[in-house]
Structures are given as structure tokens and as C-alpha cells.
């Protein structure tokens, strides 16, 4: 079932009695997108697919004009990122990626879970609440989110818009689609053009 995400100053408020959607790190989903980053005085923005399946994950990055610019692979040990005309890059973890390539300190499944504001009980993160109980911010180690609207998916709420600050860094993500899918899938053909 695919759920549209309309991110915009339209989306109704959320009710006092709504529950954000619980997504368990074992559900394979696919969430589209479109994501800008800030780094210092340069920045891009792009759409996104990504696919995530526990600890396998893969990401397409397409340009303005919707061409795949950049695909990235993570499995537990290995991860690859491809980009049109470059020789494929290969590391051992996602984190060392991010921090090497968008110099961000932060792993792909704390991104995530950052991202669709799961697993926020943890005692390292300072969680404010709006008046209607749903997550509004949340301070993480260099890392402050802010959750700036919601959208009812499959009977629960998960965030439409959310800005990310860390060190240096700034990412706003507009989250269009999210979908539980079946295990196994691959990436939508947009990626095998790399």
C-alpha cells in the first residue's frame, strides 16, 4: 500500500489523540522524497528513493531532471555508492561514508530513525512535545530535529517535513511517499542508469 505524504501548508492539524506510526526496524518500506542539504556556503538539492530493509538499504539520488545522479548500497560490512561518471566508491560502514562524503557524523539507521521519529525513548535524546503529544524536536547528540508537519499513514502519523541540524549542516527533507513493501525488492529502475 503506498501512501501519499502531501507536505504542505495544507495538511490538516493533527488531532490530539493521534499515535505516531510505529515502524519496526525489521519492515521493509520505501519512502520518496526530496531532500536539500546546506553545507557552509554550498548546498544541492535533489529527489530521493530509498528503500530500506533492516540493515539493507539503498538510496537513489536523482537530479532536476529526474536522471539518477548517484546510488548508494548498504549491507551489514559493505557499503557502495555510485555516481554517473565515477568509479564506484566502496567503504566498510555507512557512517564512515557519510562523514568521509557529506562529512556528516551519522549512520544511516540513526538517520532514519531521526528522519520517521522512531525510537525517540531513548535516554541520550531530549524529545519536545507538541500540545498534541507528537514529537516537535529533538536534540541528539550535535544533531537538533525539528518535526515540521505529519501525515496520517495506515491508521498512525510519521513526519511530512523535518529539517535537520548538525554541525555545519543543515537537511530538509520533504518525505511525498512512504510504503511498506515486500521483502526482497529492489530499487526502482531511476538508479540503473549509474
Known amino acids: 500500500m503506498v501512501v501519499a505524504l502531501t507536505a504542505c501548508s495544507g495538511l490538516p492539524p493533527v488531532p490530539a489523540n493521534a499515535q505516531l506510526l510505529v515502524v519496526p526496524d525489521s519492515t521493509p518500506w520505501l519512502l520518496r522524497g526530496r531532500m536539500a542539504l546546506q553545507q557552509g556556503d554550498s548546498g544541492w538539492s535533489a529527489h530521493i528513493i530509498w528503500l530500506n530493509e533492516g540493515e539493507l538499504s539503498g538510496m537513489c539520488v536523482l537530479g532536476p531532471l529526474g536522471s539518477a545522479v548517484a546510488e548508494l548500497r548498504v549491507r551489514p560490512g559493505l557499503v557502495l555508492l555510485r555516481q554517473a561518471g565515477q568509479p564506484p566508491l566502496i567503504m566498510q560502514s555507512a557512517k564512515e561514508l557519510m562523514q ?8 544511516l539507521p540513526e538517520l532514519r530513525n531521526l528522519i520517521l521519529a522512531q525510537h525517540l525513548d531513548n535516554p541520550e535524546i531530549a524529545l519536545q512535545r507538541s500540545s498534541t503529544g507528537m514529537p516537535e524536536a529533538v536534540l541528539w547528540q550535535d544533531w537538533r530535529v525539528q518535526y515540521l508537519r505529519f501525515q496520517e499513514v495506515e491508521g498512525g502519523y510519521l513526519p511530512a517535513r523535518v529539517v535537520i ?9 520533504v518525505l511525498e511517499s512512504w510504503a511498506q513493501v515486500e521483502s526482497g525488492r529492489t530499487l526502482p529502475s531511476g538508479c540503473q542508469g549509474l
Open 165 to 173: 541540524h548538525g554541525p555545519e549542516v543543515r537537511l530538509k527533507l
Open 100 to 107: 568521509r562524503y557529506f562529512s556528516l557524523d551519522i549512520d
